[in-house]
């Protein structure tokens, strides 16, 4: 069975600009969760999502947004990039995200210039 | 505000020995417990859990401690091998499942 796939795995962008992440639950998953890692630390929370719904939300700037769609896959999207955000985006699936383990895909590599 | 802290980046081991890596909590609302472990230029991959109604759980070469009392958890691998070389993270979360909080990691390093 596929695990979670995530794209693109690399990306460039420059301030400002604006980056649209993808991510592919693992089949039967209906939660989707999005975490951002910077070099040295562990996964912040960004979002999850179950059934289209917003469940949970970290601390982040309202430049951070998603959204899933109904085959469950999901967008996460951040405007107005800043050098800050140069990250590692993972996306990981559970069933339902009520406190189920978590599986994660291999991540987006942003970097911004 | 770090509520799940891994107080140690690094871990050397000679292989056939055991690893114990170690993770403290400081939200007496988390229920649910979990170790990931991490390659480069790869997402986390789950390696074993334990919920807050156990204090000990097992699978093959890993054992997962929690201490309730002291907030504190514990990672147990006998006998290490170089290929668990890797980073480790362990996370929590509450009974909402929400949102899971992940400690800052471990470098294991098994030499052989």
């Known amino acids: 069975d596929a695990g979670v796939t995530q794209s693109p795995t690399h990306l460039i962008k420059t301030r400002g600009q604006q980056v649209t992440l993808r991510c592919s639950p693992i089949?039967?998953?209906?939660?989707v969760s999005w975490y951002q890692q910077v070099l040295g630390q562990g996964p912040q929370f960004i979002f999850q999502?179950?059934?289209?719904?917003?469940?949970g939300r970290g601390n982040f700037p309202d430049r951070f947004s998603a959204r899933q769609f109904p085959n469950y896959s999901s967008e996460l999207n951040v405007n107005a990039l800043l050098l800050g955000d140069s990250a590692l985006y993972l996306c990981a699936s559970s069933l339902s995200g009520g406190g189920e383990t978590q599986y994660f895909g291999p991540g987006t590599r942003l970097l911004v210039l | 505000d770090q509520q799940v802290k891994q107080n140690s980046p690094s871990l050397s081991v000679q292989e056939g020995r055991i690893s114990i890596l170690n993770c403290d909590y400081t939200?007496?609302?988390?229920?649910?417990f979990l170790w990931y472990k991490k390659y480069p230029a790869e997402g986390p991959t789950f390696l074993i859990s334990?919920?807050?109604?156990?204090d000990k759980n097992e699978d093959g070469r890993f054992t997962v401690f929690l201490n309730k009392s002291a907030k504190h958890l514990s990672l147990h691998i006998v006998p290490s091998q170089p290929g668990d070389s890797a980073v480790y993270f362990c996370?929590?979360?509450?009974?909402?499942?929400?949102?899971?909080?992940f400690g800052t990691g471990t470098s294991l390093t098994v030499i052989p």
């Open positions: 089949s039967g998953h209906k939660s």
């Open positions: 999502y179950y059934e289209k719904e917003e469940r």
């Open positions: 996370a929590a979360s509450d009974d909402t499942g929400n949102q899971f909080y």
């Open positions: 334990i919920s807050s109604i156990k």
């Open positions: 939200n007496s609302m988390f229920d649910y």
